[in-house]
Nanobody
Framework: QVQLVESGGGLVQVGGSLRLSCAAS????????MGWFRQDPGKERDFVAV????????YYADSVKGRFTISRDNAKNTVYLQMNSLKPEDTAVYYC?????????????????WGQGTQVTVSS
């Protein structure tokens, strides 16, 4: 399994921006589809954005479409989530995940490795 470490979370005001990063270990990063998911306490982990191995295919949850952008740099073994126009409902713990497939899917159960999560809090 690949080891994942997220960073970049924090406290931001409504309308602000944050950029999350997820650094992956190992030499096969480019063979993994990657995703960002988020979770509120007591709720299920929800899909936010996913990206295929090359970055040519991305999918977004309707709630973040047009505001969030997922990207990856295979040379740096890193996937990013640029979050703009943040809203209070974006507050959650954000998790990076890797799937041992080049194809991106939106369901958390299909991801094999998870980071520890990073808190994003949007204050109004």
């Amino acid at each position: 399994q690949v080891q994942l470490v997220e960073s970049g979370g924090g406290l931001v005001q409504v309308g602000g921006s944050l950029r999350l990063s997820c650094a992956a270990s190992g030499r096969t990063f480019s063979s993994y589809a990657m995703g960002w998911f988020r979770q509120d306490p007591g709720k299920e982990r929800d899909f936010v954005a996913v990206i295929n191995w090359s970055g040519s295919t991305t999918y977004y949850a309707d709630s973040v479409k047009g505001r969030f952008t997922i990207s990856r740099d295979n040379a740096k073994n890193t996937v990013y989530l640029q979050m703009n126009s943040l809203k209070p409902e974006d507050t959650a713990v954000y998790y990076c995940a890797a799937r041992t497939s080049t194809v991106a899917v939106t369901t958390p159960i299909h991801y094999n490795s998870w980071g520890q999560g990073t808190q994003v809090t949007v204050s109004s």
